[in-house]
Structure formats: C-alpha cells, structure tokens
C-alpha cells in the first residue's frame, strides 16, 4: 500500500515562495528517485525536478535557480523549494517515486494525490 502524500501548496503572490513536501510510506522496494511533476488545466504533465537517492538533481530549465530539490531518505520524504513563483508556475503539483521491487528487474511509478500552486500577478 504504497502512499505519497503532498503538502504545503496555496495561494502566494508573484515573486513569493512556497515549500511543499512529500512523504512516502508503505515502500517494500526501494525508491531510487522522487521528483515533482505539475501539470496545469489542459496540459501534459512535466517534470519541475528530480532526486535521487545518491543526491543527483535534475531541474527544468524553466525553473532552473529558482527552484531547489531536496530529500531525507531516511525519512523517504521530499521537498521542493519554490523561490520567485511565477504566474506561470500555477499548476498542481504531483509528488512522484520510482521504486523497485527487491530482485525485481523494473521500476514501479508511484503518484501523490498532488496539491494545488496557485500565483497570482
């Protein structure tokens, strides 16, 4: 019974900050990635940024020093750290694991209920 729980999102004004976490619990496998995916109304859902469990990132070069990844993988908990929010930032965002079954051979995707970043200009 995996889980993935967001928290943190809300209502900031253009230029203000937001933090949102993640916590994942009921994992047997390992997670070897979280990252925050957000999808706005009528478009795909992208990738904001990646982690993994040996502390790599990735970002999108749309939020690219403006964002910061994070993550406390003894607690299996990720954060994101949003900085100078955009109004183009509006979406909802999904917390996201790639883990792996002991011995198993492929990666299993994983997806919070998401949370909604509204900014206002």
């Known amino acids: 019974q995996e889980q993935l729980v967001e928290s943190g999102g809300g209502l900031v004004q253009a230029g203000g900050s937001l933090r949102l976490s993640c916590v994942a619990s009921g994992f047997i496998g390992s997670i070897n990635r979280m990252a925050w995916y957000r999808q706005a109304p009528g478009k795909h859902r992208d990738l904001v940024a990646a982690?993994?469990?040996?502390?790599?990132?990735y970002y999108a070069d749309s939020v690219q020093g403006r964002f910061t990844i994070s993550r406390d993988n003894a607690k299996n908990t990720v954060y994101l750290q949003m900085n100078s929010l955009e109004p183009e930032d509006t979406a909802v965002y999904y917390c996201?694991?790639?883990?792996?079954?002991?011995?198993?051979?492929?990666?299993?995707?994983?997806w919070g209920q998401g949370t909604q970043v509204t900014v206002s200009s």
């Open positions: 982690v993994t469990s040996g502390g790599s990132t």
């Open positions: 996201h694991a790639r883990a792996r079954e002991p011995g198993g051979l492929i990666s299993y995707d994983y």
